[in-house]
């Protein structure tokens, strides 16, 4: 996804992100709040980590305590019958206690479906029931920059609301507690991956903008903390160390992300971009 300004490409930064395959809503992020299958049922949860005590609720009947069990109670590959039975159960329970919880599930898989819009719509119902909800925060601030056309009136206002989204997940990571029944190793991989997306989100914002110095720092770091980085993070943190003339830094990050394993047509654009970082490199400098 990047300007890929060496090969003077006439793609917008919009449609060059957009159409850029991406490891996001493919890979599975150990959580840090949200609630999972093999979690207690809902009359036995406790507050998550780093969150507060929920207000005392009304009793719930029978029905909608099985219901919301049965939607937990799905597995991860069981797709369409999540985003059926998680449409039909907010539909049914419109003010239920346990919908942000539902919330939650439906952004993971209507992220791995490439439903991108409605995943940023129930994020954002997600975030507005719970604004602390990490997991949430990290991936819409990944995904908003990519929905975003620079033409458009609104880019800024998305954008400006990605970076927040970005910063609050930092703020919420660095000060969350281990949750019960997790190693240290495994807490400490979980942060690492949320910080490690909430700095991909800054650096996305950063690159929509125009920005390459603030983009590379950020993707930089996104790239050192989290333990498996999307491919895209090398493409674009090359692109922009070709900008800010940093030659052997877009070399090694081309080069890391032409050997990931994604598309092969943007592989061999990984390929094309060491290239033209090693020839920059190697052509004898202006006076």
Avoid at 149 to 172: T, Y
Wanted: charged share 25%; proline share 7%; net charge negative.
């Amino acid at each position: 996804m990047g300007r890929y300004w060496v090969a003077a490409s006439a793609l917008s930064l919009g449609l060059v992100l957009c159409s850029a395959p991406s490891a996001i809503g493919q890979m599975s992020k150990p959580t840090l709040q949200q609630p999972s299958a093999q979690q207690p049922a809902p009359s036995e949860q406790q507050p998550n980590a780093g969150q507060s005590a929920p207000a005392a609720q009304p009793p719930v009947n029978k029905e909608e305590e099985d219901a919301y069990k049965a939607f937990f109670g799905l597995t991860n590959e069981q797709n369409s019958e999540v985003i059926s039975q998680g449409e039909n159960f907010l539909s049914k329970y419109p003010t239920s206690r346990y919908r942000a919880s539902v919330y939650s599930r439906l952004v993971n898989v209507y992220l791995n479906t490439n439903q991108t819009m409605k995943m940023v719509a129930v994020g954002e119902k997600a975030v507005a029931e719970n604004p602390d909800n990490v997991d949430v925060l990290a991936l819409l601030c990944m995904v908003i920059p990519r929905t975003v056309d620079p033409n458009s009136l609104d880019a800024d206002q998305k954008l400006s609301e990605a970076e927040k989204m970005a910063r609050h997940a930092i703020e919420i990571t660095k000060s969350t507690t281990k949750p019960e029944g997790m190693t240290d190793e495994q807490f400490a991989r979980a942060k690492n991956e949320k910080l490690g997306m909430a700095h991909f989100g800054l650096g996305l914002v950063n690159y929509m903008r125009r920005n390459a110095a603030g983009s590379a720092e950020e993707l930089e770091l996104a790239t050192k903390l989290d333990p498996a980085p999307d491919p895209l993070e090398f493409f674009l943190l090359g692109t922009e160390d070709m900008q800010l003339k940093k030659f052997p830094d877009a070399m090694a990050a081309f080069d890391r992300c032409a050997k990931a394993q994604w598309d092969p047509q943007w592989q061999g654009r990984c390929k094309k971009g060491e290239e033209d970082a090693k020839q920059a490199a190697a052509a004898p400098a202006r006076p």
